[in-house]
């Protein structure tokens, strides 16, 4: 049987993170300059069944049922197979090769979902469309996160700038004036289910002042929306300014991430903001095309451990 890739693109989160956890809406794009990859092979020498996994990204190199059941590859081939409604698996290899960075506010998680689940179902010949992909990529994203919003799992699937709202359906984003986005790594490994849960025990003890922020970054995410929409990107970069204030009085940035958003915009950024769960991993910032190379070396020089320049349009990341 010839081998199967699939892949599945990272993502930033634009405006709204955590606010879309309790229900406001967020907006998320993809960013295909970093990609999770899973490749499957047949094993015609190994016993149906077998499943050997290589991961070098993350040192896992296993046999599938050697692993915790609580592992998530484990929890991905129990999903698929209940879907396929299949008992047995040819014996397989599956190869996973991401260049998503693991805790930096990316999606690797989601992305490494994805790319699985699409590259086990075109193996076993009943390819899942994306909604399926999107909907057990979030039963794995509730296994590892707590109590996500489902909206890395659905930008990842569908690869395509989104605005989503908890529970309903999401709506592609129609992104009339393209514009760019730097994005820099703190290099600080933050898990969402630490900066999730931290956030869930602020909002318990003073739920008034959060739903208040919470709606304040709902505004901005609304706003934002009409100007993608409108074709007017550089109205977005003071609406950055203003989110990543909020993430900051919610708790999740940290004096690493607050340090490259000054750094943008010294740098001739028109805004910026951190990206994600916080507390580590990426920022982002809207910077003109010419400037954009600019502001990354800015970004490196003053502690980004990597950057990124990414063009969001309607198509792609
Ligand atoms: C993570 O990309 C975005 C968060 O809002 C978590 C979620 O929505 O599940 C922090």
Redesign the pocket.
């Known amino acids: 049987m010839p081998a199967i890739t699939a892949r599945a693109p990272g993502?930033v989160?634009l405006f709204?993170?955590?606010?879309?956890?309790y229900g406001r809406p967020?907006i998320?794009v993809p960013v295909t300059q970093i990609q999770a990859k899973a490749t499957l092979l047949g094993a015609p020498f190994a016993l149906a069944g077998q499943v050997w996994i290589y991961a070098p990204d993350v040192n896992l190199q296993s046999d599938l049922y050697q692993l915790p059941e609580s592992h998530s590859f484990r929890i991905l081939f129990q999903l698929i197979m209940q879907e396929l409604n299949i008992s047995r698996l040819p014996a397989l290899r599956l190869r996973i090769n991401s260049s998503i960075p693991v805790a930096a506010?990316l999606?690797s998680g989601a992305a490494v979902s994805v790319a699985v689940l699409r590259a086990i179902s075109s193996f076993v010949g009943h390819p899942l469309n994306d909604e399926r992909v999107c909907a057990l990529a979030y039963q794995v994203?509730k296994v590892y996160?707590g109590?996500?919003?489902?909206?890395?799992n659905t930008v990842i699937a569908y690869a395509r700038p989104i605005y989503f709202v908890?529970g309903q359906p999401f709506e592609l984003l129609r992104v009339s004036q393209p514009f760019t986005l730097v994005i820099a790594d703190s290099g600080v490994k933050s898990p969402?289910l630490a900066?999730?849960g931290g956030?869930r025990t602020r909002w318990q003890t003073d739920p008034a002042a959060f739903d208040s922020l919470f709606d304040q970054a709902a505004a901005i995410a609304r706003e934002a929306r009409l100007m993608i929409e409108k074709g007017l990107p550089d109205q977005l970069g003071p609406l950055m300014d203003e989110n990543h204030k909020i993430l900051q009085q919610i708790g999740?940035s940290c004096p690493e991430l607050d340090h490259l958003v000054a750094s943008a915009r010294q740098a001739g950024a028109l805004g910026a903001k951190l990206?994600?769960?916080?507390q580590g991993g990426n920022i982002i910032a809207l910077t003109n095309q010419d400037k954009a190379v600019d502001v990354a070396r800015a970004l490196e020089q003053t502690g980004a451990t990597r950057t990124i320049i990414t063009s969001v349009a309607s198509s792609n990341g």
């Open positions: 993502k989160i709204g993170e955590h606010a879309v956890i967020a998320a506010g999606g994203e996160h109590t996500p919003s489902g909206i890395d908890k969402t900066a999730v956030v999740v990206s994600g769960a916080g």
